[in-house]
Nanobody, 136 residues
């Protein structure tokens, strides 16, 4: 498994921006697609964004498309989520996750690469989460 540590969460106001970081260790980071999920109080964890191992392709939930940007730095073993235009409904714990498989061998890539890894089951390693709270 890959060890993942998120940082950068906090309390912000509606319309503010925030950048979350996730530091990875334990595996060859550049072999794994990465994703961000979030979980609001009383709700199930939901997909936010994902990025392929090279960073060439990104995927977003409709609710964040155009406001959030996922990126990665393979030399630094980090993945980022830049959040802009924050809304109260973006409040939740944000989790970083690493693909269950490497590169082209991942089931999501074999089955549906156009839509990307969007299910929790597509990911095999998870961080502890970082809280993002957006006040109105």
């Amino acid at each position: 498994q890959m060890q993942l540590v998120e940082s950068g969460g906090g309390l912000v106001q509606t319309g503010d921006s925030l950048t979350l970081s996730c530091a990875a260790s334990g595996r060859t980071f550049s072999d794994y697609a990465m994703g961000w999920f979030r979980q609001a109080p009383g709700k199930e964890r939901e997909f936010v964004a994902a990025i392929t191992w090279t960073g060439s392709t990104t995927y977003y939930a409709e609710s964040v498309k155009g406001r959030f940007t996922i990126s990665r730095d393979n030399a630094a073993n980090k993945v980022f989520l830049h959040l802009t235009g924050l809304r109260p409904e973006d409040t939740g714990v944000y989790y970083c996750a690493a693909d269950r498989g490497e590169r082209y061998t991942s089931p999501w890539y074999q089955n549906d690469w156009k839509n990307g890894p969007r299910r929790s089951a597509d990911f095999g390693s998870w961080g502890q989460g970082t809280q993002v709270t957006v006040s109105s």
